[in-house]
């Protein structure tokens, strides 16, 4: 069998496009904004920077060595905690390619520092960035707690099952329409059933919704 070459994985990667997995960027300027694709990809399943790479696949190549240094900030800086995440350098047709993967983190979530120094989570939808929602972080704080533990099951419950079986998805403002409930009790009871794979998010046109799992 063949052995596959440096270049022959460079473009099979590049090949892939961008995806839920893999982001493309032509250059690291700024390790502010850098760390949150991290944050994104160590919230969700992993994944890979493709460094030196524009957005149509065509390679740049990294302009200067500080841009490892921009990533090493992006990580350990403006990451909180800071991510697992290892760098390769690849040469291809005289120009350097840097391959950052990123691992996912099992103390979720990682928070990215803003521009304005506030702390944000996000999560990697196929090849976007997304804000996670104060459900998600809910989710990621009851995943500290015994899944033995039993679900009071209240009026509050039976309502939001009815509901989503009446309505097949609900955003979250018009679940706390219908049930006429708080928006903080709402979510952290969708998080809840999230939790225990009852519920489960849907994204659509920008906006999160909510359905029974099948």
């Known amino acids: 069998m063949k052995r596959l070459t440096d270049i022959d994985y460079i473009y099979a990667l590049i090949a892939e496009s961008e995806h839920q997995k893999q982001d493309f960027k032509f250059e690291i300027s700024d390790a502010?904004?850098?760390?949150?694709?991290?944050?994104?990809?160590?919230?969700?399943e992993g994944g890979r920077l493709l460094i030196g790479?524009?957005?149509?696949?065509?390679?740049?190549?990294?302009?200067?060595?500080?841009?490892?240094?921009?990533?090493?900030?992006?990580?350990?800086?403006?990451?909180?905690?800071?991510?697992?995440?290892?760098?390769?350098?690849?040469?291809?047709?005289?120009?350097?390619?840097?391959?950052?993967?990123?691992e996912e983190s099992k103390q979720k979530p990682i928070y990215a520092k803003d521009e304005s120094g506030k702390y944000l989570a996000y999560l990697r939808i196929k090849d976007e960035n997304i804000l996670a929602t104060p459900i998600h972080l809910h989710v990621w704080k009851?995943?500290?707690?015994?899944?033995?533990?039993?679900?009071?099951?209240?009026?509050?419950?039976?309502?939001?099952?009815?509901?989503?079986?009446?309505?097949?998805?609900?955003?979250?403002?018009?679940?706390?329409?219908?049930?006429?409930?708080?928006?903080?009790?709402?979510?952290?009871?969708?998080?809840?059933?999230?939790?225990?794979?009852?519920?489960e998010t849907v994204f659509e046109d920008h906006k999160f919704h909510f359905r029974l799992k099948e």
Request: hydrophobic share 40%; aromatic share 8%.
């Open 142 to 199: 009851q995943s500290g707690s015994p899944l033995g533990e039993l679900i009071e099951y209240t009026e509050r419950e039976r309502l939001l099952l009815a509901l989503l079986k009446q309505n097949g998805r609900l955003s979250l403002n018009r679940y706390c329409r219908l049930a006429h409930i708080p928006r903080r009790a709402a979510e952290h009871l969708l998080a809840k059933f999230i939790r225990y794979d009852i519920v």
């Open 53 to 102: 790479v524009k957005d149509n696949g065509r390679i740049a190549g990294i302009r200067s060595e500080e841009e490892k240094y921009m990533i090493d900030a992006a990580a350990e800086l403006y990451c909180s905690p800071t991510i697992n995440y290892s760098m390769q350098p690849y040469q291809i047709e005289g120009r350097t390619i840097l391959i950052v993967q990123i």
């Open 32 to 44: 502010c904004k850098i760390a949150k694709t991290l944050s994104a990809f160590a919230n969700t």
